[in-house]
Each structure stands twice: as C-alpha cells, then as structure tokens.
C-alpha cells in the first residue's frame, strides 16, 4: 500500500492515465494563508498519522488522495475505457459523499438530521430513537442479522412518527432552506459530464429520497435528467401532508443492489418523474460502475449487479488516521480531508473523454 507517487507499471493509454494519476496525487490545498477552522484540525497533522507503509514516499505533505495499487487501478481504467460511455453507471451515495462532512466549521447535517416537523413532540421523539439505537448501529457486537432486523424497527417507527406528527411537505422544504448542508464543490461538473453523456447516476440512500431531491433543487438549482434518486419515498395527500411510505424500507444494512431490486417497481421511473421505467434495465445493463462512498458499507450498493469492472471512490471524512488502512484496502482511490469532487470529475474525463 502506497500512496499515489508512482506511476503505473503498465498502461495501455500511458499519458492519459498519467496525467490522471497526477492529478489525483496533486495535493490540492487551501488557502495558505487562511487560518484553518477549528474542526479541520487534521488537514494540518503531518503524514506520521498514517499508516507506516504509505508514508515512505511521501514525508513532507500529506496527499488528498491514497491509491494503494496504481496499477490495479489503471487496468480497471483502461477496460472501463475501452468499453465506452454505454457501459458506464455511477452509483452515488448521497451523505458525507455528493455533499460535504463540514459545513461553515462544523459538522454538515445529514439529509435525515436536517428534517424538523414544525413539531417539537415528535422531533425529540424521533431524537429519543436516535438514542436508543444509533449505538445498536455502531456495535461491532451485534450479529449482523440480528442488527438489519433492529435497523428496520428504527427506520419504520421513524417513518411512522413522521406520518403521525403530521410531516408536511412544506415542513420539508423548509427545513432544507434552514439546513447546514452543501454539496462537494465540483458535483456540478461532474453531473453535467455525466448527463452529456447519457450516462446514469443511481444515488442510493437509507435516507429518504423527498428530501434528498429537495436538496437538489434547493441547493444546486437545477435538475439533471440521468440522475435518479434511490431511497425511502414519501406519499402525500392532497394536503402535502405525509400519509404513507413507498414499497419496502431502505435501513442502512440492507442499501444494496437487491435493495434497488425491491425498490424499483414502486419507485415510479426509479424517483425521477423525468426518468422512464426502461432505465432500470437499462442500469442492469451496463457493467461497469464507478461507484461513490463513504462507509465501507456503501461498497454494498453494487452487490446485487454483474459488473465487470468496478472503481469505487471512497471519501473518508473522519478518523482518518484509524481508518485510512481500511479504506485504502476497500476503496481503489480514497480521498482525504473532504476533498471537493474534483479528483472524480479528472477520473470520468480519463474513462469517458
Ligand atoms: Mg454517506
């Protein structure tokens, strides 16, 4: 494991890929004369912090970027390339991936944290489940089984608070206007590349998805027609008041291809009232994904597909020191220190010029 400093042994189309692999090495810096806010304290620390066998060759700058086999990478971009646009799906998560971890110095909001009901009773009820089972997510004790089953019970009794506090879209649309979120600069470029062409983005969240688009409209302004939104689907009545979810709960431990599989009849056009319903086997069909995360978790959003060749990008946003090892085993590129998307907009130029 290494970070990115040498070049691929071997590169069917070396100078592209060269020119990508240094960029993705570039370590692209702030400002250096703004004082750094204090949560981004480990932007600073010196390359010590990792893990022993990257820091060999690269000792005076931490890079934004690790590649731990550069020349499993770049076979992976030549055959992605080689096989053209058609071929090609990003599947996207959406928190702490697509937008940022800090938001103005402090921790952004999630597309689940910023909602408030315009209901105070039922906002700290929905707390008091938070409280109770967001340790049952993070033990490493529980069997994983068990863990989905209590996963499901947390996401349904949140979805039933919401029905019986009476979340209203309005509520929504507010709480998003209110809301510590902002995407990573550079997924603008990235989905505009994409949507020239023609190739889909699933972003695939245990979220839910009204949100999720309402951020899209609220904070980039506008709509992309390759982009489907992947996640738990309100239903409202004529009052925009929440009366029910769509199909079956997407928790956590099930946000996985099959998830997709058991979403998609209900998710009219997989969410996009843009979209047609031949998207799905469209999606099916093409191999190769590039997939976007920032959990190890979410490299389960490919599972159920037949891919070819996969590059998964992943975004490790905090305990960089702890899980950099992890990450970089997991992930073909890790990028560091909430990196803007920039780096992933320079991968899809060298996989679909
Ligand atoms: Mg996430």
């Given at each position: 494991m290494r970070p990115m400093m040498s070049p691929p042994l071997l590169s069917p189309s070396p100078c592209s890929l060269l020119r990508f692999l240094?960029?993705?090495?570039?370590?692209?810096?702030?400002?250096?004369?703004?004082?750094?806010?204090?949560p981004y304290t480990f932007r600073r620390r010196p390359l010590l912090l990792?893990?022993?066998?990257?820091?060999?060759?690269?000792?005076?700058?931490?890079?934004n970027s690790v590649v731990a086999d550069p020349s499993a990478l770049a076979r992976k971009v030549a055959a992605i390339r080689a096989a053209g646009p058609s071929k090609l799906q990003v599947i996207a998560d959406f928190d702490g991936t697509l937008t940022r971890y800090w938001y103005d110095g402090a921790r952004g909001q999630s597309s689940h944290g910023l909602l408030r009901q315009g209901n105070e009773e039922y906002d700290a009820k929905r707390e008091a489940l938070y409280e109770h089972y967001h340790p049952i997510e993070i033990c490493p004790d529980i069997p994983l089984p068990e863990k989905a089953k209590l996963m499901e019970e947390w996401w349904e009794k949140t979805h039933g608070l919401l029905i019986e506090g009476g979340l209203t879209y309005e509520a929504i649309k507010k709480s998003v206007s209110d809301a510590a979120i902002a995407f990573?600069?550079?997924?603008?470029?990235?989905?505009?590349?994409?949507?020239?062409?023609d190739i889909p983005v699933l972003v695939f969240s245990a979220g839910l998805a009204d949100i999720i688009e309402e951020v899209f409209?609220?904070?980039?302004?506008?709509?992309?027609?390759?982009?489907?939104?992947?996640?738990?689907?309100?239903?409202?009545?004529?009052?925009?008041?929440?009366?029910a979810f769509k199909g079956k709960t997407i928790h956590v431990l099930n946000k996985n291809e099959h998830a997709l599989d058991m979403a998609a009849p209900v998710h009219d056009s997989l969410g996009d009232p843009n979209g047609s319903?031949?998207?799905?086997?469209?999606?099916?069909?093409?191999?190769?994904?590039?997939?976007l995360g920032d959990h190890i978790g979410d490299l389960g959003m490919s599972d159920g597909l037949n891919y070819e060749n996969r590059i998964a990008v992943g975004f490790l946003n905090a305990n960089i020191e702890k899980s950099l090892k992890d990450y970089s085993k997991a992930f073909d590129i890790v990028y560091l220190n909430?990196?803007?998307?920039?780096?992933?907009?320079?991968?899809?130029?060298?996989?679909?010029p």
């Open positions: 240094r960029l993705c090495h570039a370590p692209r810096r702030r400002n250096p004369t703004a004082a750094p806010p204090t990792l893990p022993v066998a990257m820091s060999s060759s690269a000792s005076i700058t931490a890079p990573r600069d550079g997924v603008v470029e990235l989905f505009e590349y994409l949507e020239e062409r409209r609220q904070k980039l302004h506008r709509s992309f027609k390759n982009i489907k939104v992947v996640s738990n689907r309100m239903v409202f009545n004529e009052e925009g008041r929440l009366v319903i031949d998207d799905y086997s469209l999606v099916k069909k093409r191999t190769n994904v590039l997939l909430d990196a803007p998307m920039r780096g992933v907009v320079e991968l899809v130029s060298e996989l679909c």
